[in-house]
Every structure is written in C-alpha cells, then in structure tokens.
C-alpha cells in the first residue's frame, strides 16, 4: 500500500520530468559528440567523488568490458579520467572532468531552459524550499546501497 508521501512523489516526479525533458539528440547533433547513452553514463559520474568502474557497471547491469569501449572513448574526449585505486590497480576509479561536468549540464535529460522557466513560476522562498526537498531527496538517495538496478 502507497503511503501519501510515496503516491505524492509518484504523482508529481513525472510531472516535472515531462514538463522539464529535453529533446533526445544524436551524437553528431550534440556539441560534445556523446550519444544519450553515453550523457546518462556521464550524469552517474562525479568530479570529487570517484565511482569504481565495476559498480557503475553494476548499476547499467552490464559487465566491465561492455563499458569499456565507451570510457575509453570519454576519456579520449577528456569528459572523464580513469584512476588507479591506490591500494588496488585492478579498479578502476571514474572521475567527471570539468568538462564532462559541462557536458552534463548541457546534454541533461531536463532543459536547462525549461527547468529555469518552472523555476521562474516561484517565488524565491518557494525555489529554496523546493531546491532544499530536492536536495534531501537525492542525498537520501545516494545514501541506498547499489542493487544494480538500471537507472
């Protein structure tokens, strides 16, 4: 059984994404040459916080290899480094760059334009309070441990 709080977020997560989704572009189309796929890989990707390769292979539910093409070719893009871990060479540690960071923002699943005009319908009280649950909603999220289920 849904409890409010559960049916609320249900109900109105959909309503931002659709309202705020930005149109799907080609690789050729994007200024940074990355496919969706490749944007929502990088979107998983920190610049402070290093992700182990083999967990965000985990989380996409594909092996360490399949990833492998595509890093190295972020990495090529300077969009990502790869990291040694310093007491065990075999893992890999992702990293977001500056410019996959920029890459992000700008190949984001929501449009930065759409998401500044829902933003703009607030008032500035109400954009704190909204961007704070949000907030407390994405560091209780990262807070879950990995069950490897597809983003």
Known sequence: MLTSTIHAILRDYPLIYLACHSTHTRARQNPHG??????????????HQPLALGELATHFRVCR????ATIRRLEGLKLLERRQHPSDRRVAHLILT???????HQDSI???ARVAAV???LTEDERAQALSGL?????A???????GARP
């Not at 990355?34 to 610049?47: G, I, N, P, Q, Y």
């Not at 290899?65 to 492998?68: F, G, K, N, P, V």
């Not at 500056?98 to 992000?104: C, D, F, K, Q, T």
């Open 34 to 47: 990355v496919t969706t796929r490749e944007a929502s890989l990088l979107a998983h990707l920190d610049t």
């Open 65 to 68: 290899s399949a990833l492998s």
């Open 98 to 104: 500056p410019e996959g960071l920029e890459a992000v």
């Open 110 to 112: 929501l449009d930065p």
């Open 119 to 121: 933003l703009a319908v």
């Open 135 to 139: 907030h407390l909603l994405a560091q």
């Open 141 to 147: 999220a990262q807070a879950l441990p990995s069950t």
